[in-house]
C-alpha cells in the first residue's frame, strides 16, 4: 500500500503523539509471525491497554524526534513493530516476553522507559517485576506494619495488668 505525503505526515504526528505519551516503548521484530499469532498478540496487547504499531521505519525516525523516545532513532533496522504502553510498564514487558517464549519468531529488540533506553535483558528484567497492584500492596504492608506493632505493644500492657490481677483474684479466691 502506498501512503500519500499527507498520509505519511499524519501517521508521522500520531506516532510522534504515542512516543510523547507513553511510559514505555518496545521494538520487536516480528518476522515469521503467522497473522493468526500477530492478530492474537494484539488483542493480547489491547486487553492491557497497549498500542501496538507497525509502520516503516523512515517514519518511525521522524516520529521519535523531540520525544522522550529519541534515544531509539538507530534501533529502527528492519521490520519492526512497537509496543505503547501508557500505564504499568510491567504489564507491557509481562506480555511481550511471556509471547515471544511460546512464538520465538516474536524478538524483542529494545526499548525504552521514561526517556531511559533499554536493552532485551531489562526488559525481561522488568517483565519479572511484580505488577504495579502488588508492589503497592506490598509497600502498604511495609508502611502499616510500624503501626501495628505498636498498637499490639501499647495493648500489651493492659492484657498483663489484667492477666496479673486475674492471677491475684484467682490466688485469693483459692
Known amino acids: 500500500m502506498v501512503l500519500t505525503r499527507a498520509q505519511k ?42 498500542e501496538f504499531k507497525v509502520s516503516k521505519n523512515t517514519l518511525f525516525r521522524r516520529a ?9 532513532e538507530d534501533k529502527f533496522v528492519g521490520p519492526n513493530a ?3 504502553g501508557y500505564d504499568d510498564p510491567v504489564v507491557v514487558a509481562k506480555k511481550l516476553v511471556e509471547f515471544s517464549k511460546d512464538h520465538p519468531a516474536l524478538k524483542i529488540k529494545g526499548g525504552v522507559l ?22 503497592l500492596a506490598q509497600l502498604l504492608s511495609v508502611l502499616v506494619a510500624p503501626t501495628t506493632g505498636l498498637v499490639q505493644a ?9 492477666y496479673a490481677l486475674q492471677a491475684i483474684s484467682e490466688k485469693k479466691a483459692a
Request: aromatic share 4%; hydrophobic share 45%; glycine share 4%.
Open 82 to 84: 512497537i509496543a505503547f
Open 114 to 135: 521514561d526517556g531511559k533506553p533499554m536493552e532485551e535483558a531489562d526488559i525481561i528484567s522488568l517483565s519479572k517485576l511484580p505488577s504495579k497492584e502488588v508492589l
Open 64 to 72: 521519535v524526534k523531540d520525544t522522550p523516545a529519541q534515544v531509539l
Open 9 to 50: 505526515e499524519s501517521l508521522v504526528s500520531e506516532l510522534n503523539e504515542k512516543f510523547a505519551k507513553a511510559n514505555i516503548a518496545i521494538i520487536t521484530d516480528f518476522t515469521g509471525l503467522k497473522v493468526s499469532e500477530a492478530t492474537e498478540l494484539r488483542k493480547i496487547l489491547r486487553d492491557e491497554g497497549v
Open 154 to 162: 501499647l495493648a500489651g500492657i493492659p492484657r498483663k495488668l489484667l
